[in-house]
T-cell receptor, first 112, second 113 residues
Framework: GNSVTQMEGPVTLSEEAFLTINCTYT??????LFWYVQYPGEGLQLLLK???ADDKGSNKGFEATYRKETTSFHLEKGSVQVSDSAVYFC???????????WGAGTKLIIKP | NAGVMQNPRHLVRRRGQEARLRCSPM?????VYWYRQLPEEGLKFMVY????????ESGMPKERFSAEFPKEGPSILRIQQVVRGDSAAYFC???????????FGSGTRLTVV
């Protein structure tokens, strides 16, 4: 079946450190890939997306590239801030279906 | 243009009571999804509704859970005879029916005591 696997958290970094949160997927076909962010006590916000292989999604300094050969969509940021502390979810969705299939989420803690 | 509004934000129920969770979608959105998030887990799809229709309820437990999205008013997720295992955050998302962007509400955190 289709699934998303994320690296376990929490991930704890110091401010200005480089961030990578790994996401790999299993899918029969070519889904669109998403990263959502959930700040404490809030709902989920779409952070970025990529709809086909080699696409790069980017927003607020975060980037992720759709790698079909490694079935991955790793989230990166060059210099994290305390305000980036949140839970990050990787998800996939097929155009022919409306459901998002979610990873378990990775909690990110940034220390000043 | 207000976002997706969910209420209440926090709900405490005793075992055996009923829980009603409300979701008002964004203006112009006629598609609503409900997801459940158990502690330390990702979101699990529960049900997908359009106005007056349930499109897909494959993620919803067969008993005690029901959902509706009437022609007028918010979408309601109803949980009868709640048990401790129902304690979770319930998120609603709305969509226009095209494109990629769902808009999520802030969720209702249900605690069953």
């Amino acid at each position: 079946g289709n699934s998303v696997t994320q690296m376990e958290g929490p991930v704890t970094l110091s401010e200005e450190a480089f961030l990578t949160i790994n996401c790999t997927y299993t899918a029969t076909g070519y889904p669109s890939l998403f990263w959502y962010v959930q700040y404490p006590g809030e709902g989920l916000q779409l952070l970025l997306k990529a709809t086909k292989a080699d696409d790069k999604g980017s927003n607020k300094g975060f980037e992720a590239t759709y790698r079909k050969e490694t079935t991955s969509f790793h989230l990166e940021k060059g210099s994290v801030q305390v305000s980036d502390s949140a839970v990050y979810f990787c998800a996939l969705r097929f155009d022919s279906n409306y459901q998002l299939i979610w990873g378990a989420g990775t909690k990110l803690i940034i220390k000043p | 243009n207000a976002g997706v509004m969910q209420n209440p934000r926090h709900l405490v129920r005793r075992r055996g009571q009923e829980a009603r969770l409300r979701c008002s979608p964004m203006k112009g959105h006629s598609h609503v999804y409900w997801y459940r998030q158990l502690p330390e887990e990702g979101l699990k799809f529960m049900v997908y509704l359009q106005k007056e229709n349930i499109i897909d309820e494959s993620g919803m437990p067969k008993e005690r859970f029901s959902a509706e999205f009437p022609k007028e008013g918010p979408s309601i997720l109803r949980i009868q005879q709640v048990v401790r295992g129902d304690s979770a955050a319930y998120f609603c998302a709305s969509w226009t029916g095209s494109g990629y962007g769902y808009t999520f509400g802030s969720g209702t955190r249900l605690t069953v005591v």
